[in-house]
């Protein structure tokens, strides 16, 4: 298995430009999410989805967008990009509720927007 | 206050020493805990979850204390391999289940 995979790996954007971040697994998990960390600080939940066709907001939704049309794949999209969402993005994985099972991490797309 | 606090380091430990990291929570509706590992630059990777009776891993202890609202990670032995950012994260069930990371604690191990 592949686990988690994510491209692209790295990304530089101008102020005002679009890109979609794509996340796939191949464990057959249910749940996906996705994440940003900034510089010293903490993960912070930008989406989430419990299942193909359900997604939910976490809690820095503002400026992003998901779907979930397939178990496997739950691609993030930024519509209008800003210097503000120059971050590290890691999407994840788990078998069924957060908190009773591991989450399994994408290695990462670095953002920068200039 | 965060909801979820810890020191952020480093820690600069020599080789075989013991060391100690704490985490602070703020709900107390939290039910469940865990310890991440996070290398540099790359995604966090679970190390242990963290049990109100406390559990053991190899070299790595960890200890929940939920009348103060803290959990602790011990790891003894240290090896370089232990190098990277510890996240403590814990789980509040009326948010939703979301997972709540810390920004964590860094360890250096040097020679």
């Known amino acids: 298995n592949a686990g988690v995979t994510q491209t692209p790996k790295f990304r530089i954007l101008k102020i005002g430009q679009s890109m979609t971040l794509q996340c796939t697994q191949d464990?057959?998990?249910?749940?996906m999410y996705w994440y940003r960390q900034d510089p010293g600080m903490g993960l912070k939940l930008i989406y989430y989805?419990?299942?193909?066709?359900?997604?939910d907001k976490g809690e820095v939704p503002n400026g992003y967008n998901v779907s979930r049309s397939t178990t496997e794949d739950f691609p993030l999209r930024l519509e209008l990009a800003a210097p503000s969402q120059t971050s590290v993005y890691f999407c994840?994985?788990?078998?069924?509720?957060?908190?009773?099972?591991?989450?399994?991490f994408g290695p990462g797309t670095r953002l920068t927007v200039l | 206050r965060k909801e979820v606090e810890q020191d952020p380091g480093p820690f600069n430990v020599p080789e075989g020493a013991t060391v100690a990291f704490n985490c602070t929570y703020s709900?107390?509706?939290?039910?469940?805990f865990f310890w991440y590992r996070q290398d540099c630059r790359k995604e966090p990777k679970l190390l242990m979850s963290?049990?109100?009776s406390g559990n053991e891993d190899g070299r790595f202890t960890a200890q929940l204390n939920r009348a103060s609202q803290y959990i602790s990670l011990l790891i003894r032995d240290s090896k370089l391999s232990d190098s990277a950012t510890y996240l403590c994260?814990?789980?509040?069930?009326?948010?939703?289940?979301?997972?709540?990371f810390g920004t964590g604690t860094r360890l250096a191990v040097r020679p």
């Open positions: 994840a994985s788990s078998p069924r509720i957060a908190g009773d099972n591991e989450q399994f």
């Open positions: 464990m057959n998990h249910n749940y």
């Open positions: 994260v814990v789980r509040v069930k009326s948010s939703g289940d979301k997972l709540t």
């Open positions: 709900n107390s509706a939290s039910q469940s």
């Open positions: 989805s419990v299942g193909a066709g359900i997604t």
């Open positions: 963290v049990y109100s």
